[in-house]
């Protein structure tokens, strides 16, 4: 079967690496992908381009397409291939709202006792700058759509939150995005990223991850796409996996069939472990990035034959088995990330590393891959526990080398301190 992954990052590198061990899979395309996908064919469409991406897949006969990003789900990718005869891992427009509309997915969550941190919706500036007058603090302030990842403020004082309604509403730094807003209370506790595959019935979740988005060590400096994850989450203890399931998971699918908006594909929950129980923070509609470079490398199953179950409804009867042990991804990105910085440097990699160096911001250059992006790649290595993984992952970065590199160097210290 021919198979095309969308997207270009290091989470679509990943998908692509497990795909490539599929018997069933005679080619792989990326569109666009990037310079170091060496397992598929590149094809230069840019992601939002859907009917370009449908042209495309009609004319060469693709029998599959994962649609890996929040943008072209959000956008209805999904809903046009299947439209040309084309099935597709992801879920369709009226399922991805569930990420794109943060009001959606709050009202959602309200309308069927799914626990989320309490909140209000704006659509005029008036009113949001009248209740943040008052509001506890911190608080927490969020643009309605899709905001590459950015479109949360945690406000400190009244004047940082009327500047972050200011600038949402009015300046609309996050675009259009901006139009309404949801204003919440700040919860406390550690996060839990948990992805899950899903048929709009049955829901599978994958083995929890922890991301670290901030740019520095002990968590300082800006936000960024994610420096690292590791696997599994140690704050995701059994008991907690469980509440998870029967009031968030589960509740999540039947709600969202119940609206006449059934989800099928990865549903990732990010999660915060309260004083008060696990809640929601965010739903994503996709596998989240980099989580999928330390969940999958763990996955036992086969990724296709779980995908395709996904699409067709028969995931009650497909194996989804994970392995023990533990995985770390490290990212490597270019000095600077994620404000500026230089690329366009060579990358080499040692002949005897022993984990997998999985491309995000990297192009091909005659024979050699150039950095090409604030994350250029990720090392990503597994073992019997986490303390291992962390170290073997650490480890075999130092045979990875490209002009200007910086990564963080605490990825997983939080998560061992945990565990001990
Ligand atoms: P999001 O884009 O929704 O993932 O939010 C980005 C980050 O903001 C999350 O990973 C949390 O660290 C933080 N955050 C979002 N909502 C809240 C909240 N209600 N309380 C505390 N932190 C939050
Ligand atoms: N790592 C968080 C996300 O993929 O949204």
Known sequence: ?????????????????????????????????????????????????????????????????????????VAGMVDALNSVGIDCFGPDKKAAIIEGSKVFSKDLMKKYGIPTAAYG??????????????APLPTVIKADGL??????????????????VRSIMEDKIFGASGNNI?????????????????????LVPMVSAMDHKRAKDGDK?????????????PYYTEDVAKVCMDEIFIPTIRAMEKEGRTFKGCLFFGLMITENGPKVIEYNCRFG????????????????TIMKACTNGTLDKCEVKFKDGAACCVVMASNGYPEKYQSGFPI????????????????????????????????SATAGDLKS??????????????????????????????LN
């Open 147 to 164: 905001a590459l990842g950015k479109g949360v403020i945690i406000a400190e004082t009244k004047e940082e939150a009327e500047n972050a």
């Open 121 to 134: 919706v704006y659509n005029n500036i008036d009113d949001a700058l009248e209740y943040v007058k008052t």
């Open 221 to 233: 400096g800006l936000n960024t796409g994610g420096m690292g994850t590791i696997a599994p989450n």
């Open 289 to 304: 990035d980099p989580e999928t470079q330390v969940v999958l490398p763990l996955l036992e199953s086969d990724l296709f």
């Open 389 to 418: 993984a962390i170290e073997k992952a650490y480890k075999e970065t130092q045979k990875v080398h490209f002009e200007n590199a910086y990564k963080r160097n605490d990825i997983g210290a939080r998560a061992l301190k945990a």
């Open 1 to 73: 079967m021919k198979v095309a992954v969308i997207g270009s990052g290091g989470r679509e590198h990943t998908i692509i690496k497990k795909l490539s061990e599929s018997k069933e899979i005679t080619q792989l395309y990326a569109i666009p992908g990037n310079g170091g996908m060496s397992e598929a064919t590149l094809v230069p469409i840019p992601v939002t381009d859907i009917d370009k991406i449908c042209e495309f897949a009609k004319n060469e006969k693709i029998d599959y397409v994962v649609v890996a990003p929040d943008d072209p789900l």
């Open 182 to 202: 949801v204003i919440e209370e700040f919860l406390t506790g550690p996060e839990v990223s948990v992805l899950a595959f899903t048929d709009g019935k049955t």
């Open 348 to 379: 080499t990699v040692d002949g005897d590393i022993e984990a997998t160096v999985i491309y995000a911001g990297a192009k091909k250059d005659g024979d050699n891959i150039l950095s090409a992006g604030g994350r250029v790649l990720g090392v």
